[in-house]
């Protein structure tokens, strides 16, 4: 882990010490730098549980992934830093309704430091700085999440206008090991019902909004205004990869024969 690189690719200048401080300016800074994206399984190059492999690509090769990665690669950052990390498991809702993913669906991070934390920089549109690991509501860039324990589940639901909740994920505070995600992380690149097979994307939030490229779609949202236009060419999809995510060129080249 070469600590300096990883953070001159966040663009992250604050301070190293394990604080809260450090925690939240990492994890801003990392949803802002590092895209969530899926270009690697539509290019057909398969996608390991490694954290040298991933830092090879997030880092080295300033590209972005999907949670096993961005939460693995960050989990191994903070631990280098001195912070306390555990892997979980989260189970996504696909309807926003319903907790009926399958475990292993989705990993994410509880981070122990003078309380729990919950972390998650491979979610695409989530909580924007760690929230508290106990029930309430917490609001956390602009946006409302609740936090809710059955049993031994937690929920985590974002929260929209008169009162509008769509679920998220939900998850158990049982400590995971790495490798145990790694019949999902297979199934999400080859099953024909895994979501990340239907569209390529690649989204990061900005300072003031989001933007995201999902298929031949560029979509831009600054202060709550959405713009939307369509990318007519493989050499204007390239292009929009480059100026908006650093993506380099040939990110989406098949590496093997179909």
């Known amino acids: 882990m070469d600590i300096g690189q990883y953070l001159r690719r966040l663009g992250y200048e604050g301070p190293w010490e394990p604080t809260l401080e450090t925690l939240r300016g990492l994890h801003l800074r990392h949803l802002e730098s590092v895209p969530f994206e899926n270009l690697d399984i539509h290019s057909r190059r398969p996608i390991v549980l490694d954290e040298a492999a991933f830092f090879d690509k997030v880092v080295r090769n300033h590209r972005g992934g ?3 990665e961005l939460n693995g690669l960050f989990a191994a950052l903070l631990r280098a830093l001195g912070f306390q990390v555990t892997y979980l498991s989260g189970r996504v809702s696909p309807d926003g309704i319903h907790p009926s993913g399958p475990e292993f669906d989705h990993l994410l991070l509880e981070v122990t430091l003078n309380g729990f934390w919950l972390v998650d920089v491979g979610f695409g549109e989530g909580f924007v ?15 409302r999440f609740l936090l809710e324990r059955l049993e031994d589940d937690w929920w985590l639901s974002r929260e929209g206008p008169d ?29 024909p019902d895994s979501f990340f097979l239907k569209s390529t994307l690649c989204t990061r939030k900005t300072p003031t ?12 949202t600054e202060q709550g205004q959405r ?26 080249v098949p590496a093997v024969a179909p």
Request: net charge negative; charged share 30%.
């Open 66 to 68: 999907f949670c096993y």
């Open 129 to 143: 700085e760690p929230l508290p690991l106990e029930p309430g509501r917490w609001d956390s860039g602009g946006v």
């Open 163 to 191: 009162d509008a909740r769509k679920l998220l994920y939900v998850f158990s505070r049982v400590p995971r090991r790495l490798e145990e995600f790694s019949e999902m992380c297979r199934y999400h690149q080859t099953s």
């Open 209 to 220: 909004g989001r933007v995201t490229v999902s298929g031949h779609r560029l979509i831009v």
């Open 227 to 252: 713009t939307e236009r369509t990318l007519e060419s493989a050499e204007e999809l390239e292009r929009a990869l480059r100026e908006h995510f650093g993506i380099p060129h040939g990110a989406l």
